[in-house]
C-alpha cells in the first residue's frame, strides 16, 4: 500500500495499441524491471432508479483490482466511496430494484505488472465491449505513505520510462480535505482509475483498434 | 635455497668432478671389458700373454690416474654448506622423486606464507590498535591487584535513569516519538517513530544501543502475539538500506564514559530522516539511483547521499 499514480498514455503516431504497450514493456525492462504476472481493474456503471422528479439519477461505479482480490470498491464520481469485500457484488444483485447494471458501460484494463526496486509498475490495455481504447499506467511507489513526500521522486521515475507522458499531480491527492500530506487508501487508487476510465468512455473509438 | 647449499662449492671444480667420475667409470669399465674379451690372436703363446698383460696394465693405471684426478678435484669443490635452513627438514631436499612428492617446495612455500602472515598480522594490529574501538567502559587485562576493586561500570544503569533519559529525549524532537518496552528483562526496547516516514526499533543493553532495526512507518511492527517483532527485515529495499546505515551509525557514535550523548547523537542523525524522499541527493542532484532514494545521511553534517554518492 503505497502512493500511486495512474495516467493515460496516449498511442503512438502511426502505431497501435498493442505496439506502443510493447514499446513502454520493453523501455521498462532496459531499465531494469522484472515482470511479476498480470493484473486487472474494472469498473461496473449502475444507474440508482427510483429517483423523485427529473434529476439525472446518481451512477454508481463499482470496481476490482487484481492487487486486492478480496476487496470490492463502490463509489460515486466525486463523491464518497467504499471498500466492502467480494459479497458486495451479490448485494448488488438483491439491489437489483435499486441499482440498475448498465451493461453496456463496463470498462476494465488489463496488462503485466512490473517491479523496479520499491516501485510496481502497471501497464495495461483499457478495453470497452472488447475493444482497445487506450494504454493505462499505474506507478506506485511502496515504501511511502505520504504523496506530498515523494512525489517528486515518482516524477523522476515516471520521467525516465515515460518520457514527455509524465502526468502533474493526481486531482485525486490535490482534492483531499487533509491535504498532500495525510496517508493514502485504496480509495485513491480507484477514482484516479475510475477518473481516467470515464475520459476513456468520452473518447471515439480509435481507429483501427478492435480487439477481437 | 640453492645459493644458500653450495655457498662453500665451487661449481668449476664441481663439473670437472663429474667429468672426472665419468672418465674413471669408463675406465673402469675398460678394465672389465680387457679382461673379458681376454687374450687375442696371436701367434705365440707368450706373444698373446704379453699383449694381454700390457693391455691390462695400461688399463690399471688409466684407472689410477682417474682415481687421482677424482681426488684432488674433490678436495676443491668444498663441502655444502652444514646449516640446513629448515634443520633436519632441509634434509627432504635431499630426496631425487621431485614431481611425485614435491615436499620440500611445498614446505617452504608453507612456511613464507606463514611467515608473510605473521608480518602483516602484525601491521593490521598496530594499525588498529591506533583507534580504540572498545564500546563499554571495562578494560581488558586488569592487573590481579586491581581486579577486586569494584570499577564504576556504565553497563548497569538503574532502570529508572534510562528512562529518564529517553523520555527526555523524546521530548527534544516534536515529530519523533519514542515508546520504551521491557519486554524480557531490564533490557530496553524503543519503538521510534519519525513522522510518518519510518518506524526503528532500537533495542538497547543497559544506555548503549545494541542493535537497531528499521521498518516503513505503514509497516506492520507488532508479531500475532501483540509483542514487538524485532527480528523481521522490512519489506522494502529502501528501508533494508537505512537499517544498514543505522548499523553503522550505531558504531560510529560512540562514547564508553558518556552514553547518554551517545544515544542523543543518535537520536538527531536518525531525525534527519523526515525527509528520506523529499530530498534530492547532494552529489548528482537526483532524488533516485538505482531506484533507491538517497538514504545516506553524513554522521557530521546530516546531509543526505545516495549510497553510491557516498564517498
Not at chain 1, 65 to 87: I, Q, V, W
Not at chain 1, 176 to 192: H, W
Not at chain 2, 186 to 199: F, I
Request: with cysteine; proline share 4%.
Amino acid at each position: 500500500m503505497g502512493v500511486t499514480c495512474v495516467c493515460q498514455v496516449p498511442v503512438a503516431e502511426g502505431k497501435s495499441v498493442q505496439q506502443t504497450v510493447d514499446m513502454l514493456q520493453k523501455k521498462l525492462e532496459q531499465l531494469g524491471a522484472i515482470k511479476q504476472g498480470n493484473f486487472w481493474v474494472d469498473c461496473e456503471t449502475y444507474h440508482a432508479t427510483g429517483n423523485a422528479t427529473g434529476q439525472p439519477s446518481k451512477l454508481l461505479y463499482v470496481m476490482h483490482n487484481s492487487e486486492t482480490p478480496l476487496s470490492c470498491m463502490a463509489l460515486f464520481e466525486g463523491g464518497p466511496g467504499l471498500a466492502a469485500d467480494a459479497n458486495f457484488d451479490v448485494l448488488m444483485v438483491k439491489l437489483k430494484s435499486h441499482f440498475q447494471n448498465a451493461k453496456g458501460h463496463k470498462v476494465e484494463s488489463r496488462g503485466t505488472r512490473y517491479r523496479y526496486c520499491d516501485f510496481l509498475v502497471k501497464i495495461g490495455t483499457v478495453a470497452m465491449s472488447s475493444s482497445a481504447r487506450g494504454i493505462s499506467v499505474e506507478v506506485e511507489y511502496c515504501a511511502c505513505v505520504i504523496p506530498g513526500d515523494c512525489w517528486n521522486l515518482m516524477k523522476e521515475f515516471m520521467q525516465s520510462f515515460l518520457g514527455s507522458n509524465t502526468p502533474e499531480l493526481p486531482a485525486a491527492f490535490t482534492n483531499k480535505a487533509e491535504g498532500l500530506y495525510s496517508p493514502v487508501d485504496c480509495m485513491d487508487t480507484m477514482s484516479q482509475y475510475l477518473e481516467l476510465f470515464s475520459k476513456v468512455r468520452k473518447q471515439q473509438v480509435l481507429p483501427g483498434s478492435g480487439v477481437r | 635455497m640453492a645459493d644458500v647449499m653450495n655457498v662453500g662449492v665451487n661449481l668449476e671444480a664441481f663439473s670437472q668432478a663429474i667429468n672426472a667420475i665419468q672418465a674413471l667409470r669408463s675406465s673402469v669399465t675398460r678394465v672389465f671389458d680387457s679382461l673379458k674379451d681376454g687374450m687375442k690372436n696371436k701367434e705365440t703363446l707368450e706373444g698373446r700373454e704379453k699383449v694381454f698383460i700390457t693391455e691390462f696394465q695400461d688399463n690399471l693405471q688409466s684407472v689410477n690416474r682417474d682415481l687421482n684426478e677424482l681426488e684432488r678435484l674433490s678436495t676443491l669443490v668444498g663441502r655444502p654448506s652444514e646449516s640446513h635452513p629448515l634443520h633436519n627438514s632441509g634434509l627432504l631436499s635431499l630426496d631425487p622423486v621431485q614431481d611425485k612428492t614435491p615436499l620440500y617446495s611445498q614446505l617452504l612455500q608453507a612456511y613464507k606464507w606463514s611467515n608473510k602472515l605473521q608480518y602483516h598480522a602484525g601491521l593490521a594490529s598496530s594499525l588498529l590498535n591506533q583507534q580504540s574501538l572498545k564500546r563499554s567502559a571495562n578494560q581488558m587485562g586488569t592487573s590481579a591487584k586491581r581486579r577486586p576493586k569494584v570499577q564504576p561500570s556504565t553497563l548497569a544503569l538503574p532502570t529508572q535513569y534510562v528512562d529518564d533519559v529517553i523520555s527526555r529525549i523524546g521530548r527534544m524532537f516534536p515529530d519523533m516519538s519514542i515508546e520504551l518496552f521491557r519486554p524480557n528483562g531490564t533490557s530496553a526496547v524503543l519503538l521510534v517513530t519519525l513522522g510518518k516516514v519510518l518506524k526503528a526499533i532500537v533495542v538497547m543493553r543497559s544506555l548503549f544501543i545494541d542493535r537497531t532495526i528499521v521498518r516503513g512507518y505503514h509497516e506492520n511492527v507488532y508479531l500475532e502475539d501483540k509483542k514487538l517483532d524485532i527480528w523481521s527485515k522490512s519489506n522494502y529495499q529502501a528501508f533494508q538500506k537505512v537499517t544498514d546505515h543505522a548499523t553503522t551509525a550505531l558504531l560510529h557514535y560512540q562514547l564508553p564514559q558518556m552514553p547518554d550523548v551517545v544515544v542523543r547523537s543518535f537520536m538527531t542523525w536518525l531525525r534527519s530522516y523526515i525527509k528520506l524522499f523529499q530530498t534530492p541527493c547532494q552529489r548528482c542532484g537526483k532524488y533516485l539511483q538505482e531506484g533507491l532514494p538517497p538514504t545516506w545521511r553524513d554522521f557530521r553534517t546530516l546531509e543526505a547521499f545516495h549510497d553510491t554518492c557516498r564517498q
